[in-house]
């Protein structure tokens, strides 16, 4: 669980707010008469639905007398309140989320009410998992956790402990507490950006040599992406300037497409007059090839050595300019320790942070969902642990805000 950057207690951001439990089915469900009486007495006002696989292990009826009110089953209804639901809701949780649900919802499925909610929210959505560890470390199962993220959605790593099957490892739900103590996280964290112009720089740049050959990286952009959804997630206007990705565009983001560090250039600096925050994760290459042909070079043609060209710095532009209100973080992806590379680019571009990596370690690299990363000020280094990308960008925002707030 990450730390919460607003000042009150992240558990008194329930009184009054509006939950929807989503109960799947996963033997996990049987902890949630705990879980919906946690948030009810944080404050919450709480719906919950059930899909069908959820009733073979809770039943309706003893949801409904703790909630106060009948659980919400797609099938019972004359009217169909998904989208009622959707729009009252400030935050969907699904807890239990079992590996069935997980891919019906990767899929963008809406058979019964809970996916056709998701589909339809604007909301925040917390998923938590709960199945059997063989089952969660399953390489589909594990393609629908990175769908399910990539789409905005917070996918919650379950718990260690002992499992149904009596074995013990990775898959059990969190205790209620814990998901109450979370749900608080988001909600006070949700609109303490409301309004704030937030510009992110995501992906590879590339740099042709001829229409089909280029000079590029191994970035996807997930970092980026990660981070411009987050920013939305609270409130912020986002505009992200991507290079090219295979990434499907956050919730609620702007997203202008650019192929060049020259293009990404032109494209931030329009975005930046109206940006307060500036998070610079794309890997723009350093150099361009100071001649491009206008068709295939073929291989009898080709030339052994290629005259290149320095790329602009766009993060020490923006950041030499004016300033003062902005909070502007850079990142340095090393191949190896990572500080003193950082500290120069804070010193030297004048950044506010810098989030720095080696992508040599396993999982903190590219291509994957996780990261291990610093995130490097003047007078602090602070080390996260090995964390979804998504969580990474959550921590780095809770940073941003503090920083905003004292200038």
Same mark, same amino acid.
């Given at each position: 669980?990450?730390?919460?950057?607003?000042?009150?207690?992240?558990?008194?951001?329930?009184?009054?707010?509006?939950?929807?439990?989503?109960?799947?089915?996963?033997?996990?469900?049987?902890?949630?008469?705990?879980?919906?009486?946690?948030?009810?007495?944080?404050?919450?006002?709480?719906?919950?639905?059930?899909?069908?696989?959820?009733?073979?292990?809770?039943?309706?009826?003893?949801?409904?007398?703790?909630?106060?009110?009948?659980?919400?089953?797609?099938?019972?209804?004359?009217?169909?309140?998904?989208?009622?639901?959707?729009?009252?809701?400030?935050?969907?949780?699904?807890?239990?989320?079992?590996?069935?649900?997980?891919?019906?919802? @990767?899929?963008?499925?809406?058979?019964?009410?809970?996916?056709?909610?998701?589909?339809?929210?604007?909301?925040?959505?917390?998923?938590?998992?709960?199945?059997?560890?063989l089952i969660y470390q399953h390489r589909l199962v594990q393609d629908n956790v990175r769908r399910l993220r990539e789409?905005?959605?917070?996918?919650?790593?379950?718990?260690?402990?002992?499992? @149904?099957?009596?074995?013990?490892?990775?898959?059990?739900?969190?205790?209620?507490?814990?998901?109450?103590?979370?749900?608080?996280?988001?909600?006070?964290?949700?609109?303490?950006?409301?309004?704030?112009?937030?510009?992110?720089?995501?992906?590879?740049?590339?740099?042709?040599?001829?229409?089909?050959?280029?000079?590029?990286?191994?970035?996807?952009?997930?970092?980026?992406?990660?981070?411009?959804?987050?920013?939305?997630?609270?409130?912020?206007?986002?505009?992200?300037?991507?290079?090219?990705?295979?990434?499907?565009?956050?919730?609620?983001?702007?997203?202008?497409?650019?192929?060049?560090?020259?293009?990404?250039?032109?494209?931030?600096?329009?975005?930046?007059?109206?940006?307060?925050?500036?998070?610079?994760?794309?890997?723009?290459?350093?150099?361009?090839?100071?001649?491009?042909?206008?068709?295939?070079?073929?291989?009898?043609?080709?030339?052994?050595?290629?005259?290149?060209?320095?790329?602009?710095?766009?993060?020490?532009?923006?950041?030499?300019?004016?300033?003062?209100?902005?909070?502007?973080?850079?990142? @340095?992806?090393?191949?190896?320790?990572?500080?003193?590379?950082?500290?120069r680019k804070l010193r030297e571009k004048g950044l506010d942070l810098v989030v720095a990596n080696d992508v040599t370690?396993?999982?903190?690299?590219?291509?994957?969902?996780?990261?291990?990363?610093?995130?490097?000020?003047?007078?602090?280094?602070?080390?996260?642990?090995?964390?979804?990308?998504a969580e990474v960008a959550e921590l780095v925002l809770d940073r941003v805000v503090a920083l905003l707030r004292a200038?």
């Amino acid at each position: 669980m990450s730390d919460c950057s607003a000042d009150e207690d992240p558990r008194a951001a329930l009184a009054g707010a509006k939950l929807l439990l989503g109960i799947t089915g996963s033997i996990a469900a049987v902890k949630a008469p705990g879980i919906l009486t946690s948030l009810l007495r944080g404050g919450a006002q709480v719906e919950v639905t059930l899909t069908r696989g959820a009733t073979r292990f809770v039943t309706a009826t003893g949801l409904a007398a703790l909630a106060g009110r009948p659980v919400r089953r797609f099938w019972e209804e004359g009217a169909s309140p998904h989208l009622e639901l959707a729009k009252w809701a400030d935050l969907v949780l699904v807890a239990p989320a079992s590996a069935d649900f997980m891919g019906k919802a @990767a899929s963008g499925l809406g058979d019964e009410l809970l996916g056709s909610i998701l589909l339809a929210t604007r909301s925040p959505v917390l998923f938590f998992p709960a199945m059997e560890t063989l089952i969660y470390q399953h390489r589909l199962v594990q393609d629908n956790v990175r769908r399910l993220r990539e789409t905005g959605y917070r996918v919650f790593e379950p718990a260690r402990g002992r499992l @149904a099957s009596g074995e013990e490892g990775l898959g059990r739900l969190p205790e209620p507490g814990e998901i109450t103590a979370i749900a608080g996280e988001v909600l006070a964290r949700r609109r303490d950006l409301a309004g704030v112009g937030v510009l992110v720089g995501a992906g590879p740049t590339r740099e042709h040599l001829d229409p089909v050959r280029f000079i590029s990286s191994p970035a996807t952009g997930k970092m980026g992406y990660a981070l411009a959804a987050a920013a939305a997630g609270r409130g912020a206007k986002v505009v992200l300037v991507s290079g090219p990705t295979l990434l499907e565009p956050p919730k609620g983001v702007e997203v202008r497409r650019v192929t060049s560090a020259v293009q990404m250039r032109q494209a931030m600096g329009a975005a930046w007059p109206e940006a307060r925050v500036v998070l610079m994760a794309a890997a723009v290459a350093d150099f361009r090839p100071a001649q491009v042909a206008g068709h295939k070079i073929k291989k009898k043609d080709a030339a052994l050595t290629v005259s290149l060209l320095p790329n602009p710095d766009i993060l020490a532009e923006l950041a030499g300019t004016d300033r003062s209100a902005r909070v502007v973080v850079g990142f @340095a992806a090393e191949t190896g320790p990572a500080e003193a590379e950082a500290r120069r680019k804070l010193r030297e571009k004048g950044l506010d942070l810098v989030v720095a990596n080696d992508v040599t370690e396993p999982g903190a690299g590219f291509e994957v969902d996780t990261n291990r990363v610093s995130i490097i000020s003047v007078d602090r280094r602070e080390d996260l642990p090995m964390l979804p990308k998504a969580e990474v960008a959550e921590l780095v925002l809770d940073r941003v805000v503090a920083l905003l707030r004292a200038k």
